[in-house]
Nanobody, 123 residues
Framework: VQLQASGGGLVQAGGSLRLSCAASGRPFSMYGTGWFRQASGKEREFVAAMSRSGESTYYADSVKGRFTISRDNGKDTVYLQMNSLKPEDTAVYYC?????????????????WGQGTQVTVSS
């Protein structure tokens, strides 16, 4: 599967953005999917994930209550709705997927990655 992330940009603190990750090749419903981010000079970190069935979602404590992961099976697209953005949310955001058994929060368990999309939150 190939993943294409989009939707990043520059936003003021307190604002919102919605990231999209479109899949080509096989439907997202066959994959566990996740969002990760990497700030400049820092390691990649887990943000949010959704199980194949879509019934289970997982969030990093730092984004819980502000970010929401969702999926549109008809469009084979996974979204990350980001509200109440903070300057510390500034990073390159990556979507990822795997059809294998996975640990949602661990980047190494994901087989497929999209290119990153930059999110910059100004104070």
């Amino acid at each position: 599967v190939q993943l294409q992330a989009s939707g990043g940009g520059l936003v003021q603190a307190g604002g919102s953005l919605r990231l999209s990750c479109a899949a080509s090749g096989r439907p997202f419903s066959m994959y566990g999917t996740g969002w990760f981010r990497q700030a400049s000079g820092k390691e990649r970190e887990f943000v949010a994930a959704m199980s194949r069935s879509g019934e289970s979602t997982y969030y990093a404590d730092s984004v819980k209550g502000r970010f929401t992961i969702s999926r549109d099976n008809g469009k084979d697209t996974v979204y990350l709705q980001m509200n109440s953005l903070k300057p510390e949310d500034t990073a390159v955001y990556y979507c990822a997927a795997t059809s294998r058994n996975w640990f949602p929060t661990r980047a190494l368990t994901y087989a497929y990655w999209g290119q990153g999309t930059q999110v910059t939150v100004s104070s």
